[in-house]
Structure formats: structure tokens, C-alpha cells
């Protein structure tokens, strides 16, 4: 209450005490949380926050909790212990998945170079079946020429023999 006498506790032995502390004092004057580390009677520290409330402007009296340190010191050590299996995890998980990620790439990048190494030899074909057809072409032009002289000189000039005879050779 406004008079720091207790009005509720975890331990009935304190109800009914009054205790004048500076930090509740300052607590009661001001509208806003305060908070400080005390160290506790029983060993250890206790984490207290003080608000007080106001009706009408007027403050009716504060709420103080209190926290000690020795309870939540196992689970704070709890949480750390979850935290770090936690990242262990994510990190199993992520190594994981940048390694399934790499060897798909590399089995894609394998699946190109045989790919491109199939058009290079198709283009190497290509151009070697082109070459045939042109030199075939080039040779094909002087032969014909020559059968067609040879052809036009069995018909004009035909041997002695055969002249009489009247036969074509």
C-alpha cells in the first residue's frame, strides 16, 4: 500500500511487515517500472520490478515481483542447451541441403558438357560430310567432262578397222 506495508506474498510471514526502501519510495512517486538485482537473504540475487498504480491520479500502492536467480538459473541453462541443439540441427539441415544442391548441380553440369560434346562431334560431322559432298563435286565436274569428250570423240573419230567394217567401236 502507500504506507509499504505488505499486503501479499509467496511467504505469509511477510504480510503485515512495512519495509522503507529508497527504491520503493521512488518507485511510488513515479508512473513508470523500475528494476534492480538484490542480493537474496537466502544466497544468490533476486531480480525485483516495482510498478505502482494510480487511481485518479493518486497512487493506491505498488506491485513488486520478484524473481530469484537460483530458480531460473537450471532453466536458463536448459534454454542455452536447447538453443545450441537447435543450431547443431540447422546447421546439419543446411550443410545437408547446400550439399544435396551442389552435387544436382554438378550432375547437371555433367548432363551439358555431354550434351555440348554431342553438337560439337555432330557439327565436326556436319561439316566433314560437307567437305565429301564438295570435293566429291569438284571431282565429279572434271570426270563428266572428260567422259563427255571421250564420248563425243567415240562417235566423230572411229578406229580404221572399224570404219570398213562399219561397226562402232
Known amino acids: 500500500d502507500t504506507h509499504f506495508n505488505t499486503l501479499a506474498h509467496t511467504d505469509p510471514t511477510f504480510i503485515g511487515k512495512k519495509e522503507e526502501d529508497p527504491f520503493l519510495k521512488s518507485s511510488l512517486q513515479m508512473n513508470r517500472t523500475l528494476s534492480r538485482l538484490t542480493p537474496s537473504p537466502k544466497g544468490g540475487e533476486i ?4 510498478k505502482s498504480i494510480f487511481l485518479k491520479d ?3 500502492g505498488l506491485i513488486r515481483i520478484g524473481f530469484s536467480s537460483k530458480e531460473i538459473h537450471p532453466l536458463l541453462s536448459q ?3 536447447n538453443v545450441a541443439l537447435s543450431i547443431l540441427v540447422f546447421l546439419i ?3 545437408s541441403a547446400i550439399t544435396l544442391i551442389w552435387v544436382n548441380q554438378n550432375r547437371h553440369f555433367k548432363r551439358m558438357k555431354e ?3 554431342r553438337i560439337q562431334l555432330a557439327e565436326r560431322l556436319s561439316s566433314l560430310g560437307d567437305l565429301g559432298a564438295g570435293v566429291a563435286h569438284e571431282i565429279r565436274n572434271p570426270l563428266n567432262a572428260i567422259g563427255m569428250g571421250l564420248q563425243r570423240l567415240k562417235r566423230e ?3 580404221q578397222g572399224l570404219q570398213e567394217a562399219g561397226r562402232r567401236w
Not at 47 to 50: G, L, P
Request: glycine residues 6%; negative net charge.
Open 47 to 50: 531480480f525485483e520490478v516495482a
Open 58 to 60: 493518486q497512487p493506491m
Open 79 to 81: 534454454i542455452k542447451k
Open 93 to 95: 539441415l543446411g550443410v
Open 115 to 117: 550434351m555440348e560434346d
Open 157 to 159: 573419230f572411229l578406229p
